[in-house]
């Protein structure tokens, strides 16, 4: 069994952390409405599903002579997530009645923002 390299361990930690705060959010934002905590939850997925697949296509290789595809999966993996979230987003606003905006965004922020905290995932 081999060891996994320290950028997927944080990378790893990064997703569970996102994942648990897709699903703690909802339930904080329930006691303001079930639109609302639907709409928090939408959210979440909307960043959480686009950031799981960019990790798998950007992490998939390793190594010194892989660096052509690592740089590719990279751009490939960036350009998907980017319309996976436009995507997730449209059929949000498609079909998701009654909507609330502001915890749809603010879902989507609060998980993005575990991102800013890599620095600190990356330490332990």
């Known amino acids: 069994m081999t060891a996994q390299s320290?950028?997927?361990?944080?990378v790893k930690r990064l997703l569970l952390t996102q994942l648990a705060i897709a699903v703690l959010l909802p339930l904080a934002v329930l006691p303001f409405g079930t639109v609302a905590a639907l709409s928090a939850a939408g959210g979440a997925l909307a960043?959480?599903?686009?950031?799981?697949y960019f990790a798998y296509r950007a992490f998939r290789f390793s190594g010194a002579r892989s660096t052509l595809l690592i740089l590719q999966s990279f751009y490939s993996g960036q350009a998907m997530k980017l319309i996976m979230t436009a995507v997730i987003f449209a059929l949000i606003f498609i079909y998701m009645k009654p909507l609330n905006v502001a915890a749809l965004f603010g879902g989507f922020i609060v998980v993005q923002s575990v991102l800013w905290f890599t620095p600190l995932l990356a330490q332990r």
Do not use: D
């Open 6 to 10: 320290p950028h997927r361990l944080v």
């Open 47 to 52: 960043c959480l599903v686009p950031s799981s």
